[in-house]
């Protein structure tokens, strides 16, 4: 068994609850309220900027020449691709640019990017990855699911969400992660392997938390006056 697929086999409980999340579920059917998505879309752009300086610092930490490429291919998609289409979906609910970028974070979302950005910081190449895999491999398979069920009433924001996350070239660069990630599992002493797999099992908790939090569109608690 490859080390990505014990990853995935130990946090199966969590990530199946990912994957069958209402807000996930309400993408897929078309069910899911307009408002959590405008919510979760500008949440998003925030956590996608911050993912670019950890993949930035994962290609800074790059062991070969080859994988260097691939990161910064992985970065240019994240910074060119998926923060266009946020711009795009928030240009169509009137949320300007500038408004975007002012965007405060969620609780959830500072957590979540604090995390990668510790490992990022302080980790190895393979701590890396198994930290942004749950995110790189969830979306991939969330996409690749929910295409398979098409839904002619469904909104043409979430059909284009969809579309973007089963695509081909999504789905390329989701499956080379796994490789990487197999590949840097295989030559980490114990140790680092041990690491690796917190790491992997703490954003896969997150990845979970992240739509729950934008289905509850979370907000920082602010204690009353006295």
Known sequence: MKFSDRLLKAGFSVWEKTIRHPFVLGIGDGSLPIEPFKFYVTQDYV?????????????AKGTRLSIMVKLAELLHATLDTEMALHVSYCGRFGISTEQLMATRPAPTTYAYTRHLLHTAASGSLGEIVAALFPCQWGYWEIGHRLAVDERPTRPLVYTE???????????ALAHWTRELLDDQGETASKEER???????????????????????KEEWFEPPPR
């Open 194 to 216: 041990g690491r690796m797999e917190a790491g992997f099992h703490i954003s896969s908790r997150y990845e979970y938390a992240f739509w729950e939090m934008a289905w509850r």
């Open 47 to 59: 956590f996608l900027v911050e993912y670019a300086r950890v993949l930035a610092l994962a290609v």
């Open 161 to 171: 969400w969809i579309k973007t996350y089963s695509s081909q070239e999504y789905g």
